[in-house]
């Protein structure tokens, strides 16, 4: 009887008309896919509740670009620049003049903390009573980049995100102990003398006058044309101003000393370093390092598979040491300093960074 | 013996009976061709049933987490003066719920020119403090890690995470396990809102008359003016109507022109009819099952049985303890300090109750309401038609 009715029931509901059925249908459909945008949250979400992530800092020029295409050649690894999630005190005002919309002329961390309209929010919300304002937007950043890195990382089959973002402030060591403990930090170091080298032909190649982002000074530009029509020969004159180089030199004893400090203390654990020369002379230890600092696959195979992706000569077209003056990726070699400081410019940088050049092992003493 | 045979043959026609109604075989099997369908409905509940599980296993070992992964999430909407707080208070006060208000999430458009905001509500919703925060939206235009050509829906996904994260860690101290904000009608669009930015969350609309709310809502400019120490502006027409009242209500009421100050009630019954109106439109056709009703005028007649209802709607124990037990901690006595429903006192918590308007209108202010929300009245069945 119970199988009469139960098919008696069956016709009766195909009797009510197969409309029924089909808007049943579309119910579930419904709800399996708020099901599985939930569960797609919550994948995203993570462990801990966020993404694992790294970030690849360093001073600019200093190789953040050459590591981050290294690492992001690892299938387990995305690692992509610049985001720009921290650093809340870079902030640029003159972005409007600049012809290069790819650059963030803000951190985010510094947009969300900067909003007061969000601050007023968190201020009197009935929902935000409970802890300090700054807790709450430590948080909000941290569940943004989780969120921003996690729609990324979804369904590239890699198991960590990183971004790689130069730096201006060492401040952003302790914001991300801050705001995103869990995360790993690798800083990449170079021998500032070539920093300083480097980023000085870098900032020719982008001045503010031509639509860049440097704001350099009339005898700066002198100087770049000089040494381009060949009239200035470094070492025999110098191709910085004494100004600059003393900014550049004082800027990154400052930070990368303050880095080398916050980074082992803030991050114990999560913080690990790589010095550009080191990469260049030993790519295969060094990288092979890092990938196993990252937690991810660091046998033989997809350790070559990183260094040879992203070779200079690969990326440049060029071998390293063969110079193009307006190529971002300019020569790539260490130690090109020597052939470009003239005496009163290591003057000038030993008594800016001198120190600090010792303390990396850089030098062994002053008498460079 | 035939009693047996009875049987035999009583199963053998069954049998029969069985075999002509099969519905891949039977006689009627043309007519179920429907059958694909109910295998389609078979298989989407049986997908359900697997996701639900997954999601349990999911949830389970990112219990004691934070944040808590999907909470439960609702939102009390309502114009202001419509029982949303009472309602609030009475969910609230149940076990598994806990109901704050108000947060302002919502209300994109929603700024006040008060910077420091009145009566201690943010002066801006998150929505709004988001979307317009300047350096916010270039890093979104800018940054890698974004798509340039979807800032808006950079934006919601950014308020959505804000709101989820806010209301979840209230949660997780609480103890309890679903939240709701009280989200007043700042703006028409909110209920738009909540289905773009948090589709799954479950919204309940309380809804009153809105003669009444007009009525509530004058008392409540007088009662929380600025000039007694309260956060609502008041002005010149409406403090001497206050006065008047005070001195001699009914004399006001009947020779005074009553309490409403020249044109306001026309705007604001068109305000009311322009938020009430697009919610109950916009709830059903946007968020479907996850949007319920309740009347003020209900709530107060039934309201166990109504607040069951919402309750057994929030997916939260509808027992009967439960219910009256949330009834009961936000009694209109127990709100307003001991006074019963009727009684008034220039509190929040007024009068409590509901058609009073019919004792403070004049024929005039029944004209200013019908021209700016009659026909909203009349489709909410508040009145059969214009002849009030």
Avoid at chain 1, 259 to 272: F, K, R, V
Avoid at chain 2, 206 to 211: E, S
Wanted: aromatic letters at 8%; glycine letters at 10%.
């Amino acid at each position: 009887m119970a199988r009469i009715r139960e098919r008696l029931s069956g016709l009766r509901l195909y009797l009510s008309g197969r409309r029924e059925l089909r808007a049943r249908i579309a119910e579930k459909d419904e709800r399996l896919r708020r099901l599985r945008a939930r569960l797609d949250r919550m994948e995203r979400g993570g462990a801990g509740g966020v993404v694992p992530a790294f970030f690849l800092l360093g001073r600019a020029r200093s190789g953040t670009t050459w590591l981050r295409s290294i690492l992001n050649a690892h299938p387990e690894i995305l690692c992509w620049g610049e985001g720009r999630f921290f650093e809340k005190s870079f902030l640029r005002e003159d972005h409007g003049r600049w012809q290069v919309p790819n650059i963030v002329p803000v951190s985010l961390y510094g947009a969300i903390l900067r909003s007061e309209l969000l601050r007023s929010w968190v201020e009197r919300s009935v929902w935000s009573a409970g802890s300090g304002v700054e807790e709450h937007l430590n948080a909000l950043t941290r569940l943004a980049i989780s969120h921003f890195l996690g729609t990324q990382l979804a369904g590239t089959g890699a198991r960590i995100a990183g971004d790689k973002t130069p730096f201006v402030s060492a401040e952003v060591f302790g914001e991300i102990a801050a705001v995103y403990p869990e995360a790993k930090v690798i800083h990449i170091i170079r021998d500032g003398r070539d920093v300083a080298v480097s980023l000085l032909h870098h900032m020719w190649n982008n001045p503010l006058s031509e639509g860049g982002v440097y704001d350099l000074s009339d005898e700066e530009l002198r100087l770049r044309d000089a040494y381009r029509s060949g009239r200035l020969r470094p070492p025999e004159g110098s191709l910085f101003t004494g100004e600059r180089l003393r900014r550049i030199a004082a800027d990154w004893s400052r930070e990368v000393g303050r880095a080398t400090e916050d980074g082992p203390s803030l991050l114990g654990e999560n913080y690990a370093e790589v010095r550009y020369e080191d990469l260049l002379a030993r790519p295969e230890e060094e990288t092979e390092r890092l990938l196993r600092f990252l937690g991810v696959d660091a046998g033989e195979e997809a350790v070559r598979r990183c260094v040879e992706s992203s070779g200079f000569e690969r990326s440049a077209g060029r071998r390293r040491g063969e110079e193009d003056a307006t190529s971002r990726l300019r020569k790539g070699i260490a130690g090109d300093w020597r052939n470009v400081f003239t005496p009163e410019d290591r003057r000038i940088f030993k008594e800016a960074a001198g120190e600090l050049l010792i303390r990396l092992g850089y030098e062994r003493d002053a008498g460079w | 013996m035939r009693k047996r045979l009875g049987n035999i043959s009583g199963r053998k026609a069954a049998r029969r009976a069985l075999a002509l109604l099969d519905p891949d075989t039977g006689l009627l099997s043309g007519f179920y061709a429907g059958k694909r369908t109910r295998q389609q409905l078979a298989r989407r509940n049986r997908e359900v049933a697997a996701l639900r599980e997954e999601l349990a296993r999911a949830r389970g070992g990112a219990a004691g987490r934070f944040p808590p992964v999907s909470p439960d999430v609702f939102f009390i909407v309502g114009h202001q003066k419509s029982g949303t707080t009472w309602l609030m208070k009475m969910l609230d006060a149940h076990p598994e719920i806990l109901c704050r208000g108000e947060g302002r999430p919502f209300g994109r458009n929603f700024r006040q020119k008060h910077k420091a905001g009145k009566g201690g509500y943010p002066p801006v919703s998150l929505y709004n403090a988001i979307a317009s925060s300047r350096w916010l939206r270039l890093w979104i235009q800018r940054s890698v890690w974004t798509r340039r050509d979807r800032l808006e829906e950079h934006l919601d996904n950014l308020t959505r995470l804000a709101i989820e994260y806010f209301l979840t860690q209230e949660l997780v101290e609480s103890g309890k396990r679903m939240v709701g904000d009280k989200t007043v009608l700042l703006t028409s669009d909110i209920v738009r809102e909540i289905a773009a930015v948090y589709p799954e969350a479950k919204v309940i609309h309380i809804i009153r008359d809105g003669r009444d709310v007009a009525v509530s809502t004058m008392h409540h400019i007088w009662n929380q003016a600025e000039d007694r120490g309260g956060h609502s502006r008041i002005t010149p027409a409406q403090r001497e109507k206050r006065e008047a009242y005070w001195k001699d209500p009914e004399g006001l009421i009947r020779h005074g022109g009553g309490i409403f100050p020249d044109g306001w009630l026309r705007n604001y019954a068109a305000q009311w009819r322009r938020r009430v109106g697009r919610t109950v439109e916009d709830g059903p056709s946007l968020l479907g099952e996850n949007y319920a009703e309740v009347r003020y005028e209900d709530l107060l007649a039934r309201p166990e049985e109504e607040l069951g209802r919402l309750l057994r709607f929030l997916g939260a124990d509808a027992g009967g303890e439960k219910v009256r037990g949330c009834v009961e901690a936000a009694s209109f006595e127990r709100l307003s300090e001991g006074r019963r429903r009727g009684e008034e006192a220039p509190s929040f918590f007024r009068k409590g109750i509901a058609g009073d308007w019919k004792n403070v209108f004049t024929d005039r202010n029944r004209q200013e309401f019908k021209e700016g929300a009659g026909d909203l009245l009349v489709r909410l069945g508040y009145e059969r038609d214009g002849n009030w």
